[in-house]
C-alpha cells in the first residue's frame, strides 16, 4: 500500500506560487532559482497583485497593515489553479535546500490544506520589528500561511467573492479550510527562532540578507550561496549588495 501511494505522489505535477513584492525582487529571483537548481522541471509562477488587480481577480481594498503585497494574494491560488491537483504557496523570503517535490512525501494529501503549524509561545527572544523597522505582530497561527500546500480540489470555500471579502484574520487563520494537516517545521524553518538546523526551506521572517539592516541574519550564508549561483559568480559580492539597497 505504501508503495502505490509514493508511486502516486511521484506522479503529482506540483505548481509552486512565491508571493512577489515589489520592494524585494531579488528575494523572489532566488528563491525560485533555489527551487529550480533542485527541480528544474517545477513551474514556479509569481503572484502578483498588481497583475490580479488589472485581471479584476482582486478587488480588496488596500490594507494599510499588511506588510507585503502578498498578504492576501496567497488565497487566490486554489481558484487560479482552476481548483484542480495540488499547488504549493510560499512566501518570497524564503530558500529551498532540497527538492521541493519531496514535501508531498510528508503531506497527508487528503487535507484541504497542509502547513507548518508553528508554535510561538515555545520561541524565545521574539523580535517586535520585521523587514527594516515594520512591526512585528503576534497572533494565533502566526506564520502558518507562509508556506500552504493546498489540495484544490478541498479548497473550494475559496472563491473569488470569499478572498476579496472575508476578514483578513479568517483567511490566514484558515477557518476556510475542512482539515489543516501538519507538516515538519522543516518546511517553515522560521531563521533565528528554530535551532536544530533541520531545514529544507528556510524563512526569514522578520527580515533577510537583501535587507541593508539584515545582512548578518541567521543562515544568511545560505541565501548569499544562492545568490551568487543565480548569478552565477562569486567575485562581485560588494556590488551585487550595493544594487539591494
Not at 503576534?138 to 502558518?144: G, S
Request: proline share 3%; aromatic share 14%.
Amino acid at each position: 500500500m505504501a508503495y502505490y501511494e509514493r508511486e502516486r505522489k511521484m506522479s503529482i505535477n506540483l505548481k509552486v506560487f512565491i508571493g512577489w513584492d515589489s520592494r524585494e525582487p531579488i528575494a523572489y529571483d532566488v528563491a525560485r532559482a533555489s527551487i529550480l537548481r533542485h527541480n528544474p522541471n517545477i513551474e514556479v509562477v509569481p503572484v502578483k497583485r498588481d497583475e490580479l488587480i488589472a485581471q479584476g481577480i482582486f478587488t480588496r481594498e488596500a490594507d494599510q497593515g499588511a506588510s507585503t503585497e502578498f498578504t492576501m494574494t496567497r488565497f487566490f491560488i486554489p481558484y487560479l489553479s482552476n481548483y484542480e491537483g495540488y499547488s504549493l504557496f510560499m512566501d518570497c523570503d524564503m530558500v529551498l535546500t532540497t527538492d521541493i517535490a519531496k514535501i508531498l512525501d510528508d503531506a497527508n494529501l487528503t487535507n484541504a490544506v497542509n502547513c507548518v503549524q508553528h508554535d510561538y509561545d515555545k520561541f524565545d527572544d521574539l523580535s517586535d520589528e520585521k523587514m527594516d523597522g515594520q512591526k512585528q505582530v503576534h497572533y494565533p497561527r502566526k506564520n502558518w500561511s507562509s508556506v500552504m500546500l493546498f489540495n484544490n480540489a478541498a479548497c473550494k470555500e475559496l472563491t473569488l467573492d470569499y478572498c476579496n471579502t472575508a476578514s483578513a484574520k479568517d483567511l490566514h487563520r484558515m477557518n476556510w479550510a475542512s482539515s489543516v494537516g501538519e507538516l515538519h517545521h522543516r518546511w517553515n524553518y522560521l531563521a533565528g527562532y528554530y535551532k536544530d538546523n533541520d531545514y529544507n526551506l528556510i524563512h526569514w521572517t522578520d527580515g533577510g540578507p537583501w535587507f541593508e539592516n539584515y545582512r548578518d541574519c541567521p543562515l544568511n550564508h545560505i541565501w548569499y550561496n544562492e545568490l551568487f549561483y543565480l548569478f552565477g559568480i562569486h567575485d562581485r559580492y560588494d556590488s551585487i549588495l550595493e544594487n539591494l539597497k
